[in-house]
T-cell receptor, first 112, second 116 residues
Framework: GNSVTQMEGPVTLSEEAFLTINCTYTATGYPSLFWYVQYPGEGLQLLLK?????DKGSNKGFEATYRKETTSFHLEKGSVQVSDSAVYFCALRLGGYNKLIFGAGTRLAVHP | EAGVAQSPRYKIIEKRQSVAFWCNPISGHATLYWYQQILGQGPKLLIQFQNNGVVDDSQLPKDRFSAERLKGVDSTLKIQPAKLEDSAVYLCASSFVPGLRDDEQFFGPGTRLTVL
């Protein structure tokens, strides 16, 4: 079946550290891939996306590259800030009716 | 542009009681989604509407959950009777046109349900 696996959290970093959150997927067909972020007390927000292999999504200093050969979409940021503290969800979407399949989420805590 | 609105934000009930959640999507969005997010898990799609019609309810526990979208705008999700395992955050989302690879889903703040 179609599924998304994320690294378990929490991930705890100091400000300005490098961030990687791993995400791998299993899918029939060719999915689009997404990272969503959920800040405390807020709803899910789209962070970035990639719709085909080798595409790189980027936003707010975050990047992720769609790697078909390794079925991965790892999230990276070169220098995290305290304001990046949130829960990050990797998701895939197959064609048709736009259904999203989410991973379990990874909590990131950034300390000054 | 106003976002997706949901109410109530929090609800506490006892098992076997009934509860209803309300969602108002972004104006003009044809597609509306209800997700269940259990603590420590990612959101799981319960039901998807396109305008008034249901296009996917394969993961909706139909013996206790029901949903409707009158006039293709607002939607309500009902649980009757509730079980302990229904404790979760219920998220509503909307999107403009399904099937487009660039069609983004916009999420509301969610309703946190606690069943005692």
């Amino acid at each position: 079946g179609n599924s998304v696996t994320q690294m378990e959290g929490p991930v705890t970093l100091s400000e300005e550290a490098f961030l990687t959150i791993n995400c791998t997927y299993t899918a029939t067909g060719y999915p689009s891939l997404f990272w969503y972020v959920q800040y405390p007390g807020e709803g899910l927000q789209l962070l970035l996306k990639a719709t085909k292999a080798d595409d790189k999504g980027s936003n707010k200093g975050f990047e992720a590259t769609y790697r078909k050969e390794t079925t991965s979409f790892h999230l990276e940021k070169g220098s995290v800030q305290v304001s990046d503290s949130a829960v990050y969800f990797c998701a895939l979407r197959l064609g048709g009716y736009n259904k999203l399949i989410f991973g379990a989420g990874t909590r990131l805590a950034v300390h000054p | 542009e106003a976002g997706v609105a949901q109410s109530p934000r929090y609800k506490i009930i006892e098992k076997r009681q009934s509860v209803a959640f309300w969602c108002n999507p972004i104006s003009g969005h044809a597609t509306l989604y209800w997700y269940q997010q259990i603590l420590g898990q990612g959101p799981k799609l319960l039901i998807q509407f396109q305008n008034n019609g249901v296009v996917d309810d394969s993961q909706l526990p139909k013996d206790r959950f029901s949903a409707e979208r009158l006039k293709g705008v607002d939607s309500t999700l009902k649980i009757q009777p509730a079980k302990l395992e229904d404790s979760a955050v219920y998220l509503c989302a909307s999107s403009f046109v399904p099937g487009l690879r660039d069609d983004e889903q916009f999420f509301g703040p969610g309703t946190r349900l606690t069943v005692l």
